[in-house]
């Protein structure tokens, strides 16, 4: 009852508070909240935030090297071709938020930028101008004859021209303001009223409600004093507490402002486990996307205002699952596979920052301090101020949301005070029940099997180079029959998983082919770091076969990524070979018992090998991975029913890069 009671009590000051601060902002009819930044207590927080802003400076450099004239009316600038979808929307209004920072916050270097303030505000204002009249507020049409807005992402892009007009207010002239407002408030109409969703296979809608409820944050920003924010303010709680609700939330009891978890639940968008599924796989990068209602704090806290407890709800179980795929670089090991780019080690601060600050999460800040190195690297390759290069992004936003990141790390650091910074590297087991994945982190390796929808097991070094990519069929490989292009699709028939001191072993029977080929494998981590695999390979019916490729390890080898070289060298029992990044060379040989990469990624067995190692002749997925292939039968054989095709057996081990 004591606990309630100051739950309310709380819930209530909170409430005195709100509307206080509302009547501050609107002291006149088109008063916005106020605006106030505390000075950054914590030294380090300090230099980070000079690191920061430097690479924002930097960054926006590169943008606005894009920025342009609209034909159709050259008053408005824009960064993108004029359509109406995400790929020239969500582009545009990142860009305005993050130069709306620069010329807000922190001290201004126009050498950096490349622009003088004046002229900054000039381009954001032509670029607002754009934006609210091609909305479907506005007057006119993109250049594919649709306006922008009511779509599945607009409420996500809406929030950044709205943060951006708060942050500029006295510099907007009454159209923009107005125009502004419009298309902010009518975003948020749309989810007023409305259900949040909830999925919790294959596809979340974790993000999509927290970007949802994000929009709420920028109306009661711009308009205090409408007969709506009392809406808006309960619309951003509902949104941003339903974004990662578990199934055992339905019978929680805990308290979240002011009510118990079960009265709020709507369904579950995460598993109990603390994972999520997206795109068919359990994803960490969309585990990140917390941050979208969780960064809504700053909007809070810089208006006197307290955020909502549910921005938090379930964070701390998802963070930790993210501590067992952290890697050296600040990137992340993908157990069930990785469909987006892998180099996004930049886009991580931000989360890294949150945590470390609202959370006073003690790893919060390595982990951040990795990502900001990765960072700072990327960026060094060119002289633009571009963090990502062309070959390693495939997405329009890449570097206007990492824009986006930065300004709202930096944001957050003002409210840092004695960060604890006790870090403690995650080592041991980590069995994930409902993702269907088990993960041995070691000094050296951390050694993964997913087994839901697909089978992927795969070694990568606990390094600065990972060397093994995410390949999606890491550990099985493929197999292609006479006469076909592509390879049998993988069925997993049956896994079985036993942890062991400080390791693991599972047995996986798979097919090839629905009743082609059964594959018996072995996975085994053991406690220092070492990777047993096997497979025993048996026909069930007749065949032939134009290749069989089977214990796969995809083996990164990318030209321009900071810790790569841009080839690989393959030692075949002590003979090597020099492998160029997109060569498309091949290395193959029959009869080999120890095999290494860079004579740290090394392969050992008892019984001779036929290897292949195959380059890859171009990018796929903004990375370029070869393939070795432990088990490599080519040409065309055939097989019949019940006849062993093959067996092998192998040990990994990694020893650490010499620095």
């Known amino acids: 009852m004591r606990r309630r009671l100051a739950f309310y009590l709380t819930s209530a ?57 609209w034909d159709k009316e050259p008053s408005l600038l824009l960064a993108t071709e004029s359509r109406s979808g995400e790929h020239w929307i969500r582009p545009n209004t990142g860009i305005v938020e993050g130069l709306a920072f620069l010329y807000r916050f922190g001290t201004y270097d126009e050498k950096t930028v490349g622009v003088g303030r004046d002229r900054l505000r000039e381009t954001i204002h032509g670029m607002m101008r754009y934006l609210v009249a091609t909305h479907v507020t506005g007057t006119r049409p993109t250049d594919d004859g649709r306006p922008w807005g009511d779509a599945w992402q607009s409420a996500h892009w809406t929030q950044a021209l709205g943060r951006a007009a708060w942050w500029m207010w006295d510099d907007l002239p009454g159209d923009l303001r107005e125009g502004v407002r419009r298309v902010v408030t009518h975003e948020a109409s749309r989810f007023v009223d409305a259900d949040p969703p909830h999925q919790i296979e ?49 019978e929680n009891e805990a308290i979240v402002d002011g009510r118990t978890v079960a009265e709020q639940f709507v369904g579950a968008n995460i598993y109990d486990d603390f994972t999520l599924e997206n795109h068919g796989i359990v994803h960490p990068d969309y585990m990140t996307t917390f941050s979208l209602a969780a960064g809504c704090a700053t909007d809070f806290r810089m208006s006197g205002r307290r955020e909502p407890e549910a921005v938090m709800h379930n964070v701390g179980g998802i963070y930790e699952n993210l501590k067992w795929f952290v890697l050296p670089d600040g990137g992340f090991v993908y157990p069930s596979g990785q469909d987006w780019q892998l180099f996004r080690n930049a886009d991580w601060l931000r989360c890294h920052v949150l945590m470390s600050v609202l959370a006073r999460d003690p790893d919060g800040w ?15 390759r060119s002289e633009s101020g571009a963090v990502y290069l062309p070959e390693e992004t495939f997405f329009a936003s890449s570097h206007s949301d990492l824009l986006r990141g930065l300004a709202e790390s930096w944001l957050m650091l003002c409210w840092a005070e004695d960060l ?26 951390v050694n993964s099997l997913s087994w839901g929808n697909g089978l992927i097991a795969q070694s990568a070094a606990n390094d600065l180079d990972r060397i093994v990519s995410p390949h999606p069929r890491n550990g099985v490989g493929a197999i292609r029959l006479a006469g076909q292009d592509r390879a049998l699709p993988v069925r997993v028939q049956s896994v079985e998983v036993r942890e ?160």
């Open 420 to 445: 604890p910074r006790e870090f403690q590297p995650r080592l041991g087991v980590r069995r994930l029940e409902a993702a269907k994945i088990v993960l041995h982190r070691t000094a050296v390796a």
């Open 202 to 250: 294959r596809d979340t809608k974790a993000e999509e409600n927290a970007w949802n409820s994000a929009v709420f944050s920028a109306a009661m920003l711009l308009v205090p004093d409408s007969p709506e924010y009392a809406r808006w303010e309960s619309g951003f709680q509902r949104w941003a507490m339903s974004a990662f609700l578990r199934p055992a939330d339905a």
């Open 500 to 659: 062991e001191a400080d390791g693991f072993v599972a047995d996986v029977v798979a097919e090839h082919g629905a009743g082609v080929f059964r594959a018996e494998l072995r996975y085994q981590s053991h406690a220092d770091g070492r990777w047993s695999m096997s497979e025993r390979l048996i026909a069930i019916r007749d065949a032939s076969t134009a290749e069989i490729a089977t214990g796969l390890i995809g083996i990164l080898n990318n030209p321009q990524w900071i810790h790569e070289r841009g080839y690989r060298e393959i030692t075949l029992d002590g003979e090597t070979t020099q492998v160029r990044s997109r060569s498309g060379d091949e290395v193959a040989r029959t009869g080999v018992k120890e095999a290494s990469i860079d004579g740290r990624l090394n392969v050992q067995s008892s019984q001779p090998l036929a290897i292949r190692y195959a380059a890859a002749r171009d990018y796929e997925r903004s990375r370029v991975t070869d393939e070795l292939s432990l088990n490599y039968l080519g040409g065309e054989r055939g097989y019949r029913a019940g006849e062993e095709v093959s067996r092998y057996a192998v040990t990994l081990t990694h020893k650490a890069a010499e620095r």
């Open 13 to 69: 000051t909170v409430l005195v508070l709100s509307v206080m601060t509302r009547l501050a902002g609107a002291g006149d009819p088109g008063g916005v909240m106020p605006l106030r930044l505390p000075e950054t207590r914590d030294a380090g927080a300090a230099a980070m935030q000079r690191e920061l802003y430097e690479a924002a400076s930097r960054l926006a450099h590169h943008l606005l090297a894009s920025v342009h004239p």
């Open 366 to 380: 390595e982990l951040g301090r990795r990502s900001l190195a990765a960072l700072q690297k990327m960026q060094s």
